[in-house]
């Protein structure tokens, strides 16, 4: 018998650099969705894959031309949940700040370490304060669906690894990369914060893949990266990423049970503004997200 407590999945795509848009979806249509925080970094594509509700935003814009720091984080991820998107795959370049992950190397990352300061990085504000849990913020249920789609169709990909978010738009110093290896990272990019952070919030389960282009800054025999380096190598690799997320869905395709995580229930415990001090206008603003748990 149906399980009451599942629901249909709607499964979101974030498409990193080198990935601007999704083939192969039935009935696909862009569309634009209005948000309270602003536009979205371009239109997004909804459509199905073998019977799945797909939503896919290219999250620098199509023609790549918002920077990590502009991506408006807020509208993008506001928009999915707006489209009723349960969870999020997010597809990202990144350099490698380990020997044994070179360029090509396809990594499920499942930590982050957040350096970027120039970002709106939540929903909450002022008259409404809110405090979601993050230390696992990859939803491992995605993650155990990533691995195995790859492992069908014969993709390598190292499970585990933590990303360094810079806020950029300049590459590290060598001296930072070297820093950020000591500290342990696996690799390092510019984007998937505050996007993970606010999927949270939003009780969106989120796992990133991460396509290594580059050896960033460190490695005495390579030379530090270019944008040269890291388009030849995505574009190399785009269509594994494609394949990669088309033979992931089916995993993702039934009915879904409430998250082992918690993702999907994030907010329960987490709104710590008093009922009386609540603002009305953040209250209705963010009603979209808040409505599961405040009457
Ligand atoms: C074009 S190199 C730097 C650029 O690529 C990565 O973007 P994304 O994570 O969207 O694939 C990196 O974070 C920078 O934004
Ligand atoms: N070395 C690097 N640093 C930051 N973002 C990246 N994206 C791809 N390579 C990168």
């Known amino acids: 018998m149906m399980d009451q407590h599942r629901k249909m999945p709607i499964i979101g795509v974030i498409g990193g650099s080198g990935v601007y848009s999704l083939d192969g979806l039935h009935g696909a249509e862009w569309g634009e969705v209005h948000t309270p925080f602003g536009a979205p970094s371009d239109a997004l594509l909804v459509g199905e894959l073998g019977g799945v509700r797909m939503v896919f935003l290219p999250r620098h814009g199509r023609g790549h031309v918002q920077t990590p720091s502009t991506v408006n984080y807020r509208a993008n991820i506001w928009a999915m949940k707006a489209l009723g998107v349960t969870d999020i795959l997010a597809v990202s370049a990144v350099g490698s700040l380990k020997e044994d992950l070179p360029p090509g190397t396809f990594v499920l990352v499942d930590q982050f370490i957040d350096r970027t300061f120039a970002r709106e990085k939540s929903f909450f504000g002022p008259g409404l304060v809110g405090h979601v849990p993050l230390a696992h913020p990859i939803c491992s ?63 969106i389960c989120y796992a990133s893949i991460a396509m290594v282009t580059d050896f960033d800054g460190w490695h005495p025999d390579h030379d530090a990266v270019t944008v040269d380096q890291v388009v030849r190598v995505a574009g190399a690799n785009a269509a594994k990423v494609r394949q990669l997320l088309q033979a992931t869905v089916p995993h993702l395709a039934a009915p879904r049970p409430p998250c082992r995580d918690g993702c999907d229930t994030a907010l329960e415990h987490a709104i710590m503004t008093a009922p009386a001090q609540r603002d009305p206008a953040m209250l209705e603003a963010l009603k979209p997200l808040l409505a599961r748990v405040i009457a």
Do not use: H
């Open 141 to 203: 249920r995605l993650g155990d669906a990533i691995a195995a789609a790859a492992q069908e169709i014969g993709q390598p990909i190292r499970r585990g690894g933590t990303y360094m978010v810079m806020e950029g738009p300049q590459f590290s110093t060598k001296a930072e990369s070297e820093l950020y290896r000591a500290w342990g990272c696996s690799v390092i990019g510019m984007t998937n914060m505050p996007e993970a952070k606010l999927a949270r919030e939003a009780e």
